[in-house]
Each structure stands twice: as structure tokens, then as C-alpha cells.
């Protein structure tokens, strides 16, 4: 079974030795189990190029199955080590980054005054992404928007106000709300959060579309490219809270909030740490942070 869970974690990190530091072995050791799985498959599953790695066809068509099995064997072990009683275990949660930045260290800090022995494994990433793992079983559980989780279970946890970001000295920045209308005449930087985008949605039911300029993974550099004047945008406030960066923050005009809700595919079948650990979330939904506050 480790040639699987090297196997997974190669394709997760796109490194050898990445994957050799997650699994505490050395690259060579790594290396020789994907050597073996490729024998026991009789093919060959990873490419090196001087570019990195990639994907066979072949290693596309055995990943997915590769990925269930040693999810599958994974929570076996997790199973047996709940009916020995054994404390401890490994929580995996698929998280978006301004909950990954507020949200979860306190929350990690005090679930282990309790329960020492829990280690967690955070993917960071975005509603599609997210969604995708719980489905595979990559992650015990993840935060989604509800409208992103269909098919998986979900507890709401928050609402949470998203607010405009506006480069220091903006003429937007002058007026205490800003208009959706007024947000669309801007250059606009867009965060990719998969297939669905909270910002976008609120902007088409308003029939706007905005004048989207940059495409953006992550929060924080959307806050910097916003900080050297090339657009505006539109993140949570959560994202916002302590963001530190010399930018100006407006509340919107219609209001936009997002619903943030903990989602997992069947609870009965998780590992006893990651229950507990969602049960302790939801029991504290209503110390979570609302996230930054316009005055």
C-alpha cells in the first residue's frame, strides 16, 4: 500500500522529493516505489522532463482508481486503530484561505489541549477543488459555499460580507458605500474560485458584468496587486481581517454576503478525529469571526 500512498502524494506535491519529506522516506526510496507500482501495473504512470514531472495516459487513467483505494485503505486503518481505542489520528480538510488563515489555528490549538495526539493535513484551495476532494475522499471534510456542495452534506457556520477593495487614494475610496454599478466600470480583478464565484454571481443577477482584467488564485495577491493600483476587486471580509496591506475597503451597495458551511460526504463513515473535530467546529460556530469591520 505505500507505493499507492507514494504514488498519490507525487501527483498531490508534483515532486519526488516533496513527497519523500510528507512520507518521511528519501527520494530514492520514493522513486523505487513508483518503480514497483509501475511494474506490478506493467506500464509506465510518471513522466520527468526538465520542466518537472507529469502524467502518463496511463497514469491519468490509474490515478483515480490508485486514490480510492488508498483512501479506502486509509480509513480501514483509521477503523481499526477507533476499535482498539487508540487516541489520536489524522484530520485532512479541504479549506479556503481566509478560513485556513483565521478560522482554523485556533480552533487546531485548542482541539489538541484535548486531544494531543491528532495531527491535520490542510489542502488549500477553492470550491471546485475542494468539492473534488471530498468526493474522492482526498479530505475528510472541507468549507464550501452551500450553493458549491451538492451532494455532500453541509452545517452552516457563517455569513460572511464581502466588501470592495480599492487601491489608497481611489475616488471610489472617497464614499463610504460603492456602488455594484461603480465596481463594474473598474478594472477588475477577478478571484478564481472554481466554477462559481460569489462576486460574479452577485454581479450577473444585478446584470452587470464586470471589466475583468486579471484572473487570480489567491486572496492575498489580489490585496497586493489592488495595493500597486492595477484594479479593484471584491474578497470576504474574513480574508480581510489583519490583512496589513495599504489598500482601502468599502462596503458594497446592494450588500453581498457569502454562506460558509462545513461539508462532508457521509460522517458515519469518517475517521473518529475528523467527527469530533467537526462536531467541536460546529459547537463554536458562534465565537467564529465575522472578519473585518468597516468603520
Partial sequence: MTSYEAFVRVTETGSFTKAAKSMGYTQSAVSQMIKSLEEELDTTLIRRS?????????????????????????????????????????????????????????????????????????????????????????????????????????????????????????????????????????????????????????FHENSLEPNTQYIVYDDYTIMSMVEQGLGVSVLSALVLNRHGRDIEIRRIEPGLVRSISVAYKNKGVLPIAARYFIDFITARRKELTSGYVCE
Avoid at 518537472?52 to 497514469?59: K, R, Y
Fill in 50 to 202: 526538465k520542466r518537472g514531472i507529469e502524467l502518463s495516459p496511463d497514469g491519468e487513467e490509474f490515478l483515480p482508481y490508485i486514490k480510492n483505494i488508498y483512501n479506502a485503505h486509509r480509513e480501514l486503518m483509521e477503523k481499526r486503530n477507533e476499535m482498539r481505542g487508540l487516541p489520536g489520528g489524522l484530520i485532512r480538510i479541504g479549506t479556503l484561505a481566509s478560513i485556513s488563515a483565521n478560522w482554523l489555528p485556533p480552533l487546531m490549538m485548542e482541539f489538541r489541549k484535548k486531544y494531543p495526539s491528532v495531527h491535520f493535513d490542510l489542502k488549500q484551495g477553492e470550491y471546485t477543488n475542494i468539492n473534488g476532494w471530498i468526493r474522492e475522499g482526498s479530505v475528510d471534510f472541507g468549507f464550501l459555499n452551500p450553493e458549491t456542495a451538492e451532494g455532500l452534506t453541509t452545517t452552516l457556520l457563517k455569513r460572511d460580507e464581502m466588501l470592495a477593495v480599492l487601491p489608497r487614494g481611489h475616488a471610489l475610496a472617497e464614499k463610504s458605500l460603492v456602488t455594484l454599478d461603480e465596481l463594474a466600470r473598474e478594472p477588475y480583478i477577478l478571484l478564481d474560485e472554481g466554477e462559481f464565484s460569489e462576486p460574479l454571481e452577485f
